[in-house]
């Protein structure tokens, strides 16, 4: 997602993209300890259409280097990593309440912690200079009415979570017989499914709907973020050749629809 490096970048840090896992499509926490200096503030790890991160073995690097370790975790509210939540895990988690996310408000977010200075900084600067301690924020308060529907939202969160989980469990059933690679969950995870994700070799031009080819072009090959030298990370490029993806944020198909979908995919294989 563009503005998990577009605000770093806004407030003047220096960006370093690390690769990704495979079998997760997650920050690799190799590649992150390769990447460290003695400069780095923070870690941003993006627990990616539902899954997490390595998130405890990123928490243990940041901390043995001084450092935050930040969570975007807007895609994988109610996800777990060895049976806690994500968003919980980092030193800061951010989630995302608009339109197509698990709870949908419409527009927002929610950020926490439970590091007291940390907790200070992100109210000063969710305010607009009011707060002591002198940090000039930009006023980003959530709504009373959003935050009222967001309320009401959470109270559904685990129907949402059972029911987007059944629909992914059901396509990966479904699928089985054609080469597609579902999406993996490690054995110490929960997954929240906010995109069923699959590997395909050879994906032809068009995919019947659900399905779609790709995710995102390279953040670090947007006109926004390149740098010189030029980045290049192979596992993400590989991934962005041969993913195949569903939201499950804008279906609720009945369990024949789903078997009707995958069929249609498999004629175009």
């Keep these: 997602m563009s503005s998990t490096a577009a605000v770093p970048k806004i407030l003047g840090a220096k960006i370093i993209f690390a690769d990704i896992e495979r079998d997760t499509f997650t920050i690799d926490p190799v590649d992150v ?20 991160a390595n998130l405890h073995e990123l928490r243990d690097i940041c901390d043995n ?3 935050y370790l930040i969570e975007d975790n807007a895609q994988a509210i109610l996800a777990k990593e060895d049976d806690k939540y994500t968003g919980t895990i980092g030193h ?5 309440l608009n339109v197509h996310k ?15 200075y940390l907790d200070k900084k992100i109210r000063e600067a969710m305010n607009h200079g009011e707060m002591r301690g002198g940090i000039p924020g930009l006023n980003l308060r959530m709504t009373e009415v959003t935050a009222a529907m ?16 059944h629909i992914a469990e059901m396509i990966t059933g479904c699928v ?9 969950t490690r054995q110490e995870c929960e997954h929240s499914y906010y995109c069923w994700a699959g590997l395909l070799d050879d994906i032809p031009g ?26 290049s990370l192979p596992v993400v490029e590989e991934i962005e050749r041969r993913i195949v993806l569903v939201e499950l944020c804008s279906i609720d ?17």
């Design 33 to 52: 300890s390769n990447l460290i200096t003695p400069r780095t503030e923070a870690v941003i790890a993006t627990n990616l259409f539902g899954h997490p």
């Design 65 to 67: 280097h001084g450092i």
């Design 92 to 96: 800061i988690g951010v989630f995302s």
């Design 102 to 116: 698990h709870l949908q408000v419409g527009e927002g977010g929610i950020v926490v912690t439970n590091q007291g």
């Design 150 to 165: 967001a309320i009401e939202q959470l109270k559904k969160a685990p129907q949402i979570m059972a029911s987007r989980k």
């Design 176 to 184: 089985s017989r054609l080469p597609i690679a579902a999406p993996v």
């Design 206 to 231: 068009e995919l019947p709907a659900p399905f779609k080819r790709g995710y995102v072009h390279p953040l670090y090959d947007l006109l926004a973020f390149r740098q010189n030298p030029s980045v």
């Design 253 to 269: 198909p009945t369990d024949d629809e789903i078997f009707r979908m995958v069929e249609e995919l498999g004629k175009c294989l």
